[in-house]
């Protein structure tokens, strides 16, 4: 995970000498970044298969409905049980930020889905790199990054835990 993380890190750079000044996203602004941080890519604007890290990859974008999707092939909906599909759907809630899990022609899709003009080249870095891990996490930990938001049983838990430890460094103070 350091190695693909590095990769992201020097990509960012790579990007931040080609775009430095900030301007709404566009087709080709978009092509350009998905081809620095792609392994392949083939397609036209407004239509791309790419991948990274041998994950694949489309882009989809509608510049007159100012809409752009990343969206990522997980598995069929024949090899999704029951336990992975609701375990997706809490990460939608707690883990996978950014990213959904979505179901669309019995495929289970990581999708990343934004308004394209409204896009800053920091995004669209970052939204490739959710749906990478999105993709890659389905089936352990059904997440897009480190940060998630703690289920209801998880803060139940560290609020126990807090107050084991504020009793302790009450009983230690004595």
């Not at 694949?56 to 090899?79: A, G, Q, Y």
């Not at 899990?101 to 669209?124: C, M, R």
Request: hydrophobic fraction near 40%.
């Amino acid at each position: 995970m350091k190695t693909i993380f590095s990769l992201w890190l020097l990509s960012l750079f790579s990007l931040s000498a080609l775009f430095a000044q900030e301007e709404k996203m566009n087709n080709q602004t978009l092509g350009a970044i998905i081809a620095v941080l792609s392994d392949t890519v083939q397609g036209a604007p407004g239509g791309w298969e790419f991948t990274v890290n041998s994950v694949p990859m489309l882009c989809i974008t509608d510049e007159v409905h100012n809409r752009m999707r990343i969206i990522s092939p997980v598995r069929e909906m024949k090899d999704v049980s029951e336990e992975q599909l609701k375990a997706a759907m809490e990460a939608n809630f707690h883990t996978a930020l950014d990213v959904k899990y979505a179901i669309s022609n019995d495929i289970l899709w990581v999708a990343f889905i934004h308004p394209l003009g409204e896009l800053t080249k920091d995004q669209v870095v970052d939204a490739i790199k959710q749906v990478f891990f999105g993709n890659l996490t389905f089936g352990t930990t059904y997440t897009s990054t480190e940060l998630n938001f703690p289920t209801q049983e998880e803060r139940k838990e560290q609020q126990k835990e807090r107050k084991k430890q504020e009793e302790k460094d009450k009983t230690s103070k004595s």
